[in-house]
């Protein structure tokens, strides 16, 4: 699924390809993009007529396009693409709807091979949907609160990266950039949040950011076809990572083979040796009542 790069990376290729142009036509090609849209695919097409994109926006994973006061809103799924282009281009069986605008440029396709994306009317959200308003800011956020953050953190009663993966808590965080922050911050997955000093907890939120920043300006990472930006090119930090997906290999920091274990019917991949397995709660939170 894209996370906060790759969503960052369409954002951006939207605001520049879209951004000023007024829709012409709608075509829903397939009911399940707009499955959300409870008024039908009919009035979804009939309400974006005629209707001038004002900017693109994203919060974590989601992302949406202000229009007046209202917004199209966008979320990906596990194989969802907004790809612009020219109009005369042939269009593919996984393109779910097609817009087309006033100037007569590059239209705009919503493409999604397996169907779990959607996009959304939502009316009077054009700063914040209210359909995502339940989603915490992302660390790149100037909403962000750092304290806030920090200390939410430590006074959950869960394991570091199941807390990283919560979009109440932070948003924009997956799988990749969870598993490639906590190597970074040597810290093991399962660490307990309330066992995490002061300085731990500030160290991850640093390492998040750090591997957010490192992966947009690659241009996010794509394993297959299924993540793409808005010109349908693939994004490049899958070069750059340490432990996702390297089981069996060296951790390129100390030597020690990559480990590999299951988690939240997913995967969790970890450097054995920077990034122990906890110790007992009791122990940590001992160190942690001394450091606090």
């Known amino acids: 699924m894209p996370e906060l790069p790759e969503v960052e990376t369409v954002r951006a ?7 000023g142009r007024t829709i012409d036509t709608v075509e829903v090609l397939h009911p399940r993009a707009v499955r959300r849209h409870l008024a039908g695919p009919a009035d979804f097409a009939a309400v974006l007529r005629g209707r001038t994109i004002t900017g693109a ?17 966008a979320h990906l799924g596990m194989s969802g693409q907004l790809l612009v282009g020219d109009p005369a281009r042939p269009v593919s069986a996984h393109v779910r709807a097609r817009f087309t605008f006033t100037d007569a440029g590059p239209d705009l396709r919503f493409t999604d091979q397996r169907t779990f994306g ?3 009317w939502a009316g009077g959200g054009a700063v914040l949907p209210p ?8 660390p790149l956020e100037p909403a962000f609160d750092e304290e806030a953050f920090i200390a939410r953190l430590r006074l959950r009663h869960t394991g570091l990266k199941r807390a990283l993966l919560d979009q109440s ?6 799988n990749i950039y969870a598993d490639e922050a906590l190597w ?25 950011r750090e591997v957010l920043g490192d992966a947009l300006q690659a241009g996010g990472t794509s394993f297959d076809s299924l993540y793409v930006n808005v010109n349908g090119e693939s994004g490049y930090f899958g070069r750059s990572l340490s432990v996702y997906g390297k089981a069996g ?13 299951p988690f939240m019917n997913r995967s969790a991949h970890s450097c054995p040796r920077c990034q122990p397995r906890p110790r007992s709660r009791r122990d940590h939170r ?7």
């Open 118 to 120: 959607h996009l959304v």
């Open 57 to 73: 926006r994203r919060r974590g994973k989601y992302l949406w396009l202000p229009v007046a006061e209202d917004a199209l809103l």
């Open 249 to 261: 290999q060296p951790c390129p920091r100390c030597g020690a083979l990559i480990r590999r274990d």
């Open 13 to 19: 290729g939207l605001e520049r390809h879209v951004v």
């Open 286 to 292: 001992d160190l942690r009542d001394r450091s606090t």
């Open 131 to 138: 359909l995502i308003a339940h989603i915490a800011p992302d």
């Open 169 to 174: 808590l932070v948003s924009g965080i997956g």
């Open 184 to 208: 970074r911050a040597r810290l093991h997955w399962a660490r307990a949040t309330d066992t995490l000093t002061r300085p731990e907890a500030t160290r991850t939120l640093s390492a998040v």
